[in-house]
């Protein structure tokens, strides 16, 4: 009978056998879509119901019979860096088919940098749960996570690392560079640098408009080498990224065919079974570590291998600060890239990109770490050839283990009273590296809002070698460490050429910026228990690159009855329920931001919630 509600349209197709035999129970370790059934409290009917609806969508038994992997879909018309997501989407599709398998994307949240509020980093843990919760919910035998702008990335494989399903990272990748005046420029390096510029009115308003139009001339991520090129490289380093994933141009074909090669590869995770807490050991973050260092990363790249290595049960407690200062000592810089160095993402693909760079540092890595393919990364590194690149062209700036752009430290771990559980810098970034070696007397900004009060003061009493400090500015005292800890240089010094000063915060800063700049401070200047939340204008601070040292000539006998004395104050607002303290205030407030100040850790911890880490609390 033609057109019969119960016919086939395909002719006779069956369920898969046992799918409906009620004798026999769903075996959910087969996979696709028997695993993780809906509650109806009858599996048969449940698995029944999920096809009714599946087939909705125009899907056969043949095709729900293959295993189905998960495209994470991180499209938003409010991140620009993601606005390639849906051609790369339709590529990864390509790569899952003609490997066997059925590709089904799902959204999560987005996240761009200059779209959040109050700053993206507030928003990465709450990206992780959705990413970890979806995975978990959905039927996917492997998940393709397409992220790309700074925080989704690290944010996607906290998600992924907790879920522990099949997974691997695709990016969207890095924007083209601009022009301007005959001189390339991109975002974000050239924005702030330019932004300064206007500052000190060593260019005028038609000028930076013009800038405007031209920073960020295509989709993609930041080109420099800022917190999502960071990330990026790093996800090659960890081996869940293939080589040339990390700097392919965002609108170039190439990207397309890295997607549609990694829709392939997440088929073959899932027939491998390799999960991320397989695929990453601790020999896996020391590689990112050491991949961090040589290309001179980002600083919140710190902040984000925290918070995955604490996720990991197996790896979290191993890895410390210490163990990125002590990388750092032996790994030189190698990437000439802005803010480092001079160049562009698109010129480091085109010198080798990662393939390239981690030929340099054979010696430096365990090689017997594995990649997302099931072989190590020695292996890979044998089987895939080096592009031929002219090594004197303009753009080569992939410098050999020989000859490195600085010798050795891009990022430091600094210590001391004024930062008893560490504080981050770039050093290979300082623009005065005499800073590196420095004591001043400190200026001290209570917040982002107090400084942007009194910065541009003229009666501001500051020096060129003074020491700028911004307080409160920490995971909880300003929800989510806003990158304001590039504090910017006073503009009556600014305008006499001052390019840099020592600057210390407990905030965070853009990968794309550069400067003298101590951040992440941990304990927050908020914590009662901060030494950099007693700190006052005129007390002595010493910054000592060479000893990692950070402190604030303060008696300890002084420090303690500064914190008396502000605990009482706290106290007595508190009572007379006035206080305006986040630390005290937090444990009254609803939603996502109270269950943000009430559950987020201190930057040297990467700034994850409690109850996420492998050392919280268990499913179980
Ligand atoms: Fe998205 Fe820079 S703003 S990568």
């Not at 979806?134 to 998940?143: E, K, L, N, T």
């Not at 305008?495 to 550069?514: F, N, P, Y």
């Amino acid at each position: 009978m033609e057109n019969d509600a119960g016919s086939n349209t395909r002719g006779g197709e069956k369920p898969a056998p046992n799918d409906y035999d009620l004798n026999t129970p769903i075996d959910s370790s087969s996979g696709g879509m028997r695993q993780g059934l809906a509650s109806y409290g009858d599996a048969h009917f449940s698995l029944f119901l999920r096809k009714v609806f599946i087939k909705a969508m125009g899907y056969s038994e043949e095709s729900l019979s293959r295993p189905i992997i998960g495209i994470v879909n991180t499209y938003s018309s409010f991140n620009p860096c993601h606005a390639n997501v849906p051609q790369l989407i339709e590529a990864v599709k390509r790569g899952v088919h003609l490997a066997g398998g059925l590709a089904i994307d799902f959204p999560t949240i987005s996240i761009a940098e200059s779209f959040s509020s109050p700053t993206s980093m507030y928003l990465r843990n709450l990206m992780s749960m959705d990413t970890e919760e979806m995975i978990r919910a959905q039927p996917c035998d492997s998940v393709v996570l397409i992220g790309g702008c700074d925080k989704t990335t690290p944010a996607q494989l906290m998600g992924g690392l907790s879920a522990n399903k099949p997974a691997l990272s695709l990016v969207t990748g890095p924007m083209m560079p601009g022009s301007h005046k005959g001189e390339r420029i991109g975002a974000c390096t050239d924005c702030r640098n330019n932004w300064a510029k206007f500052r000190a009115g060593a260019i005028d308003i038609e000028e930076i408009s013009g800038i405007n139009e031209e920073l960020a001339p295509t989709a993609g991520t930041c080109g420099v080498m800022g917190t999502a090129s960071t990330m990026a490289c790093i996800l090659v380093g960890l081996g869940m990224m293939p080589f040339w994933g990390a700097t392919a141009p965002a609108v170039s074909s190439a990207r397309l065919r890295i997607a549609e090669e990694t829709g392939s590869l997440a088929v073959k995770m899932h027939e491998l079974k390799l999960k991320p807490q397989t695929v990453l050991t601790r020999k896996s973050f020391l590689n990112a570590i050491t991949v961090l260092q040589a290309i001179g990363g980002s600083t919140n790249a710190v902040v984000h291998l925290m918070a995955i290595i604490g996720r990991h049960p197996d790896v979290a407690g191993t890895i410390t600060l210490e163990t990125f200062d002590e990388i750092g000592r032996k790994t030189p810089l190698l990437v000439d890239l802005k803010p480092s160095g001079d160049n562009y993402m698109t010129d480091f693909h085109n010198s080798g990109g990662m393939r390239a760079l981690l030929e340099e540092l054979k010696p430096l890595l365990h090689l017997d770490a594995l990649t997302i393919k099931g072989n190590t990364l020695g292996e890979e590194l044998d089987s895939t050839p080096l592009k031929k690149v002219p090594r004197n062209i303009p753009t080569m700036v992939l410098r050999p283990l020989h000859d490195p752009l600085y010798e050795r430290s891009s990022l430091v771990v600094l210590k001391g009273n004024l930062a008893p559980n560490g504080c981050v810098m770039k050093a290979s970034a300082s623009k005065n590296r005499a800073l590196l070696k420095h004591t001043g007397r400190a200026v001290v900004f209570a917040g982002s809002a107090d400084m942007a009060n009194r910065i541009d003061d003229p009666n501001l009493e500051v020096e060129p070698d003074s020491v700028l400090i911004l307080q409160n500015i920490g995971p909880i005292g300003n929800p989510g460490m806003p990158e304001a800890g590039m504090i910017p240089i006073p503009r009556k010094l600014a305008a006499k050429g001052v390019q840099d000063m020592l600057r210390i915060s407990d905030g965070r800063m853009s990968g794309t910026a550069g400067g003298t700049i101590v951040l992440h401070v941990s304990p927050e200047a908020t914590d009662p228990s901060s030494v950099l939340g007693i700190v006052r204008t005129g007390d002595l601070v010493k910054c000592d690159l060479d000893q990692r040292l950070i402190h604030v000539d303060v008696s300890e006998e002084e420090i303690k009855r500064r914190q008396e004395e502000k605990r009482k104050t706290l106290e007595a607002e508190s009572e007379n329920n006035k206080s305006a303290d986040v630390w005290i205030a937090r444990k009254k407030l609803r939603g996502y931001r109270g269950l943000f100040m009430r559950s987020v850790q201190q930057a040297h911890s990467g700034a994850d919630f409690d109850f996420l880490t492998a050392a919280g609390p268990t499913d179980t």
